[in-house]
């Protein structure tokens, strides 16, 4: 294990998180403006759920092809032009899924019946699922008023366990997830089904668990650091270093099953239900993981750095050695030496290695809440 | 404290286990939904202006057409306004979805001929209690069914129903049970619907009560039928339709004369002179009494339109009952008697109240998937969900060695936890475990391993501070509970807004993060955190390497300060 592998492992890294916010927001804003002209210029692939109409699927044979399925529709009357017909999964579960606007029951039935008599299967073999466009609409609507009323119930909770400022910045990095997700959605042209609209709300939900466990950590080092003259950029720095493995951890731990979803599910046996699923929680898992790092921390330094506290403190920063020292010892470096080691920095490309700092001594000094007794004197 | 760990621990594998094989002796196993097993669905939005009590009756409604289908396991959810009812496993799915999605329409008719189909002989043992069974002396045809014929003995003689309405202030319909036997298969009658053949087919074989029945013969069907030639087998109000009523007759009745709507919405269910009936009360003015004495009056005097004097209670399609009229003039309200059992009379009662402030209902979405379909995706998302289970607990035994052990006892008690639940609640409240719940469990486990995660991280940097292991693993737990709860807190708040604002596969997929959620804090508190705290005394994790830090580093650290743990 090389060292830096093990200073990971054992959370002992020294990354400057804070000093490189705008590394985070430049790469997040650049993201969102794609996002937002891809949503003006290409809009959302919405599904049959949502805009309404009838959708058909088939087991596919010889004689069951895309242009058959076509000329299917074409003889019973339905307009082509818009129809969107496509193959999916591979081998012996090859099928082929046809979407069209709404259309009468006589149609949907005879359509069902002529699929599954040019697939040579029952007609019970051919799924049909019909939609009408105000239900589309209306789930759009109930899931959108959940939405508001799950981040006004979250901003309560967490103003109440934590502080207002790191609602703000939890919902912040959650809508930073959401619309990013839905950019890559618009972007690639993926479509959006109830499915997507299902792993959207797992990406809230995730993004702010991770949220919430980065912040715990930081309120528990403010409280730590509460006497001391530190700044609040050391805080979240440190703060984000201790939490590093575990986010990664948790992060890998969640990717795992759903790349299985992804590449086993939707790959191999070609169930597409799995692929709307899987891709969009993987879209989300890797923005929630991203975001609570890179957006929702920040956002809470930048707003707690105008609080009269740590006001004074803005511009000190612990860096690599000293930001070590600060983990373990509990005790913030001088202001001279915060100012050299940054002056240091802005020269060399490379940081020095950062040294182990702390005896067991010190370091059982951060934990304990109490100093050692005094040994006791010997009587006369 | 020890016996208290090992209580708890005890206790929590108890209740898994328990519940686990209580489950299994039940036979109770997780329902699948229909995107898992294939099957129908379809959601039912009420249109225009509809009463929310009519809505619950609705509901009831569609529940017992579900059941006369025979779906193994339908489930009938009520979502706000909506009706959803899915039907997984159902066999003919587009006519389960024609059954389900019919207008709850009460039509009233006057009965032209009824009896029994000569192709369905069972169906002549006249359900009902109190009748006696009269031999078919009088039968003059061949067809063995029509020998047995059950009557109600308590049918009064016209004009006797007076009493009861003197008694009960309302005029009383009394419930003939048995009118006439028609020895004629329905089928033949409706293919060549010209009046003389129908009439040739129409065989009356016996009349039991014969004084109700006087005007039923040939000649009665001839001369009606012309007058309205259209024969319909589905219930359209304005023709004369075959119909199959509850009680295993055939009908053949006129025009409907009057809808449910002519009653107020305040048909009851009583016990009147010793017997089960149904009082219900008519609205005022033309629309209501005037239409029902209009019909009333038609078969009271048995004119040509009514021949049997009976007025059927179609609702959709369905005779319910077919009382016989009692008197020309109702006022205010009408009795229904017969010998209707308990359920019979409140049966009748509910669908009267429906038919007087009908719900329509349209069909915004449906939907049908093929088994085989069903079975791909199921089998897909429990291979890729295993496997991916799989890769998780690698990644925690490369990463925290010795304590993945401990990951691994966890979620096994949270899915024994969590099938025994979904089980259960499959056999008690229909509950349906479809694709969406499948995927939200799988995901869960990222929920869940990170409670672990969050414990064991701690935990490590505890002992890398020097304290002993046996030390951190209480403290540790304190501070990584408080996290668990805090995130914990928050999803199952999403879960419950979910639930709550939102419909079809969302609510579904709610459902199963509240319940994994719970799952995971119940097995952190109770599982977790008296394994490693009990681990942690023991020899087991004292020695070696212990979740990948070595007790050797951390002794180095404790001799040798600075230097010692950059080794």
């Not at chain 1, 609602?167 to 959006?192: K, Q, R, T, W």
């Not at chain 2, 039940?26 to 039912?44: C, E, F, I, K, Y």
């Not at chain 2, 159902?90 to 006057?110: C, N």
């Not at chain 2, 990222?446 to 064991?456: A, E, K, N, Q, R």
Request: glycine share 10%; aromatic share 8%; net charge neutral.
């Amino acid at each position: 294990m090389s060292g830096r592998w093990r200073r990971l492992y054992n959370g002992e890294t020294t990354v400057d998180f804070s000093g490189r916010r705008w590394w985070g927001f430049g790469v997040s804003i650049a993201l969102l403006v794609i996002t937002v002209v891809s949503l003006l210029f290409q809009g959302l692939n919405l599904g049959i759920d949502f805009k309404g109409g009838v959708a058909w699927e088939a087991p596919a044979t010889k004689e069951l092809t895309i242009d058959s399925a076509r000329e299917v529709l074409e003889s019973n009357g339905v307009e082509t032009a818009n129809a969107k017909i496509q193959t999916l999964g591979s081998g012996d579960g090859e099928r082929i899924r046809i979407q069209v606007g709404e259309q009468t029951p006589e149609v949907r039935d005879a359509v069902q019946g002529d699929l599954a008599a040019k697939s040579g299967v029952d007609s019970l073999e051919v799924s049909v699922s019909n939609v009408s466009s105000s239900w589309g609409r209306s789930i759009t609507e109930k899931a959108i008023r959940a939405l508001l009323v799950f981040f006004l119930l979250v901003s309560l909770y967490i103003a109440w366990r934590f502080e207002w400022k790191m609602a703000i910045a939890a919902i912040a990095a959650m809508v930073h997830d959401v619309a990013i997700s839905v950019g890559i959605y618009s972007l690639l042209g993926f479509e959006v089904t109830p499915a997507t609209v299902i792993a959207f709300l797992t990406i809230l939900g995730f993004s702010l668990y991770d949220t919430i466990v980065v912040f715990d950590k930081v309120k528990d080092n403010a409280d730590r650091y509460a006497a001391q003259r530190v700044s609040y950029a050391d805080i979240t720095n440190v703060s984000m270093n201790q939490v590093l493995m575990r986010s990664l951890n948790t992060s890998l731990a969640a990717v795992l099953p759903v790349l299985s979803l992804l590449v086993l599910g939707a790959g191999v046996f070609g169930a597409v239900a799995l692929q709307e699923f899987a891709l969009a929680l993987f879209v989300g898992l890797l923005t929630g993981a991203y975001s609570s790092i890179f957006i929702a921390t920040p956002l809470l330094t930048i707003m707690k750095e105008r609080e009269p506290k740590y006001r004074p403190l803005v511009g000190q920063m612990s860096l690599g050695t000293d930001m070590s020292r600060l983990a373990t010892t509990g005790a913030p470096v001088s202001r001279r030496s915060a100012r050299a080691t940054v002056r240091d920095d802005d020269g060399g490309v490379e940081r020095p290695e950062p040294e182990l700092v702390g005896s067991a001594a010190e370091r059982a000094a951060a934990v304990l809440t109490h100093p050692p007794r005094p040994r006791k004197k010997r009587k006369r | 404290m020890r016996r208290r760990l090992v209580f708890s621990l005890v206790g929590i594998i108890l209740v898994a286990v328990g519940t686990l094989t209580a489950n299994l002796i039940a036979g109770n196993r997780p329902s699948l939904g229909l995107d898992l097993q294939g099957g129908a669905s379809v959601t039912l939005e009420p249109q225009g202006d509809y009463d929310p009590e009519a809505l619950s009756v609705a509901v009831e409604i569609i529940r017992q057409r579900v059941d006369s289908i025979g779906v193994a396991e339908p489930e009938i959810i009520r979502q706000g306004d909506t009706v959803v009812v899915n039907l997984p496993g159902v066999k003919d799915q587009k006519r389960a979805l024609e059954i389900v999605g019919r207008t709850g329409e009460v039509l009233m008719r006057p009965v032209l001929q009824s009896g029994v189909p000569n192709d369905n002989p069972s169906s002549t043992t006249v359900p009902g209690g109190g009748s006696t069974t009269i031999p078919g002396a009088t039968s003059t045809t061949a067809v063995a069914a029509t020998s047995t014929t059950g009557v109600a003995t308590t049918v009064p003689a016209p004009g006797s129903g007076l009493r009861f309405a003197s008694a009960a202030t309302s005029t009383s319909l009394v419930e003939a049970t048995t009118t006439s036997l028609i020895e004629a298969t329905s089928t033949s009658a409706v293919e060549s619907p010209s009046p003389t053949v129908a009439g040739a087919a129409v065989d009356v074989t016996s009349t039991t009560t014969a004084d109700i029945l006087l005007a039923t013969g040939d000649t009665t069907t001839t001369t009606v039928a012309p007058a309205t030639p259209d024969i319909s087998l589905t219930n359209e109000p304005d023709k004369i339709a075959f119909l199959n009523g509850r009680d295993g007759f055939v009908y053949y009745a006129g025009p409907a004369g009057a809808d449910g709507q002519v009653f107020k919405n305040d048909a009851a269910a009583e016990i009147s002179a010793g017997g089960w009936v149904v009082n219900v009360g008519l609205k005022d003015g033309s629309e209501g009494e005037g239409r029902w004495n209009a019909l009333a009056n038609e078969c009271f005097s048995k004119s040509q339109t009514c021949p049997t004097g009976q007025i059927a209670i179609v609702l959709d399609g369905e005779v319910i009952s077919a009382p016989v009229v009692q008197t020309n003039n109702f006022s205010g309200s009408v009795q229904i008697s017969g010998n209707f059992s308990e359920s019979e009379a409140r049966d009748l009662a509910k669908i009267l109240e429906f038919g007087a402030v009908p719900v329509r209902f349209s069909a915004p979405t449906a939907q049908t998937v093929s088994a085989t379909l069903g079975q791909d995706s199921l089998d897909a998302a429990l291979v890729s969900g295993l496997v991916g289970v799989a890769l998780v607990l690698l990644f925690l035994v490369f990463y925290y060695r010795r304590l993945a052990f401990v990951v691994l006892g966890g979620l096994a008690v949270s899915a024994m936890l969590q099938w025994s639940t979904i089980s259960w609640l499959s056999a008690r409240n229909g509950l349906a475990l479809s694709l969406s719940g499948v995927t939200g469990i799988i995901v869960s486990i990222g929920v869940t391993v990170d409670s672990y995660v969050v414990f064991f991280e701690k935990l490590k940097d505890d002992v890398l501070a020097g304290r002993t292991l046996r030390n951190s693993a209480t403290r540790s737990f304190q501070s990584a509970w408080r996290t668990i709860l805090a995130a914990d807190t928050v999803s199952l708040l999403g879960a419950v807004v979910l639930w709550f604002l939102t419909v079809g596969s969302v609510r579904g997929f709610a459902f199963f993060l509240g319940l994994s959620t719970l799952c995971d804090m119940i097995v952190a508190y109770f599982f977790t955190r008296p394994t490693v705290i009990l681990l942690a005394r023991s020899k087991f994790m004292n020695k070696g390497k212990m979740f990948g830090v070595s007790a050797r580093r951390v002794l180095d650290g404790e001799t040798s300060p600075a230097g010692g743990a950059q080794a």
